[in-house]
């Protein structure tokens, strides 16, 4: 059976706003240890290290046309997939979620309807701090990650208060819901028990959108035993354990169906598994250069070397994009609002 190997990079659980770690991702490649041994032998012949860490290799330029070279064989000759978020992008969709889509919902408005959340996430992270303000911006987002976090009456008075705080009469359809009416179907969506800002299972349907798409039956997952990793391991087993037929279209190229082809999800220790190794390097890479082209580092693999090695359908991402037109034209159809419910009924908790 074939058998997918996944690393992480970036969790943070429900702080997406930690400054040290922007993005979050994952990488998963399906290759056997035997192959993913070899290819580290023929690349870094003289490793001495028990362990192929990126962080350690990237550090030393003089590993850098290995790394590409290891990369471009992997993206090759095996199916291969890499997810990125952007942490802060993904908070405001969000806020978004529970903070003003409840108020469309109870008002019979699709707020999710072609993706026009995403169109209204990327004017906030780029527009909102000149708009509304830059330090009631930032107070009113951590703000929300707290509130959704302890979900204490104390808390949601505070986020209130935060919005309220901002220019929020130039950008009614998001800042209205709480600012002007504290609506309490928005509060009552914030302070439900399973509802988190950790951005897990995002990356988790992300990536079985597309090792499904790239499998033709059944298969599997092996991760490293890392604590971050626990959290991917329970959402990747309920998954499978979810038996119900259902699908749902949620872009131009992306669906879901259950039951799914995924099998079972074990743990491994990265030590003993070169393929695990191999997707801590593919992950470890694409967040690198998210931190470079964002002008947050100014080391590592050179970012156009690394993203020309990619396929159009090998890296997949949610970051925001001032492209409302392509935004939307990419969303058309989506089903983005049942899918919502759908995990909100079957997989809350």
């Not at 996944?6 to 702080?15: A, L, V, W």
């Not at 990237?58 to 997939?81: G, I």
């Not at 130039?170 to 928005?186: D, I, R």
């Amino acid at each position: 059976m074939e058998c997918f190997r996944i690393d992480e990079s970036g969790y943070t659980g429900f702080d997406l706003l930690n400054q040290e770690q922007p993005f979050q991702g994952a990488s998963a490649i399906a290759i056997t240890d035997d192959e993913a041994a070899s290819l580290i032998r023929e690349h870094f012949p003289k490793l001495q290290a028990p362990e192929l860490k990126y962080r350690a290799l990237s550090r030393r330029k003089a590993n850098h046309p290995r790394l590409l070279a290891l990369m471009r064989d992997v993206l090759t000759h095996h199916k291969c997939a890499t997810h990125l978020c952007n942490k802060r992008f993904l908070l405001l969709l969000k806020f978004l979620d529970y903070a003003v889509e409840p108020f469309y919902y109870e008002r019979n408005l699709d707020f999710y309807k072609n993706g026009q959340n995403y169109s209204l996430a990327s004017i906030l992270y780029y527009v909102a701090p000149q708009l509304l303000g830059e330090q009631a911006m930032a107070s009113l987002e951590r703000a929300f990650q707290h509130a959704i976090k302890v979900k204490t009456p104390a808390a949601l008075a505070n986020l209130v208060a935060s919005v309220r705080q901002t220019r929020w009469q130039a950008l009614p359809e998001a800042m209205g819901p709480l600012a002007h009416f504290a609506a309490p179907e928005c509060l009552a969506a914030i302070a439900t028990p399973g509802v988190t800002t950790d951005i897990a299972l995002e990356i988790v349907i992300a990536l079985i959108t597309r090792m499904e798409a790239m499998t033709d039956g059944a298969y599997r997952v092996e991760h490293d035993q890392s604590k971050n990793l626990l959290t991917y391991h329970h959402l990747l087993q309920q998954q499978i354990d979810h038996l119900h037929h259902a699908e749902f279209r949620q872009s131009k190229i992306a669906s879901i169906r259950f039951p799914l082809k995924l099998t079972a999800v074990t743990q491994v220790d990265s030590k003993s598994s070169p393929a695990v190794q191999l997707a801590d390097i593919m992950i470890g890479a694409v967040v690198e250069v998210a931190k470079r082209l964002s002008n947050r580092i100014n080391d590592g693999l050179d970012p156009q070397a690394v993203l020309s090695l990619y396929a159009a359908d090998q890296l997949i991402h949610m970051l925001p994009s001032l492209d409302i037109e392509g935004q939307m034209a990419f969303r058309q159809g989506s089903q983005a609002s049942a899918l919502i419910d759908y995990y909100a009924k079957h997989f809350s908790g």
